[in-house]
Nanobody
Framework: QEQLVESGGGLVQPGGSLRLSCAAS????????????LIWARQAPGKGLERVAD???????YYADSVKGRFTISRDNAKNSVYLQMNKLTPDDTGIYFC??????WGQGAAVTVSS
């Protein structure tokens, strides 16, 4: 079964850091993880989905203005994984964080709560 599984969410105080991981598994042998763009998006309570960061197959990155300078997306193709390093977290960063492959495959989400 093809799936993306996020991990690393949790409760953190304002100003703190978290690192989210997302691992792909169950894909066919023809699936080449390294050739796909990868996405992190989030949904805050009561709000719509916000695209937070992208990384292309070539390693080019994109960040939403709301996280630029604080979040870093990276990928490890050997591990079929994508990461989101989140620093200087604020309560506005609270939400469910989803990883995705840019052909429309999404993970189930990881909860991040920033609160004192």
């Amino acid at each position: 079964q093809e799936q993306l599984v996020e991990s690393g969410g949790g409760l953190v105080q304002p100003g703190g850091s978290l690192r989210l991981s997302c691992a792909a598994s169950g894909f066919s042998a023809r699936f080449t993880f390294s050739t796909y763009g990868l996405i992190w998006a989030r949904q805050a309570p009561g709000k719509g989905l916000e695209r937070v960061a992208d990384i292309t197959s070539g390693g080019t990155t994109y960040y939403a203005d709301s996280v630029k300078g604080r979040f870093t997306i990276s990928r490890d193709n050997a591990k079929n994984s994508v990461y989101l390093q989140m620093n200087k977290l604020t309560p506005d960063d609270t939400g469910i964080y989803f990883c995705a492959i840019d052909v429309g495959i999404w993970g189930q989400g990881a909860a991040v709560t920033v609160s004192s």
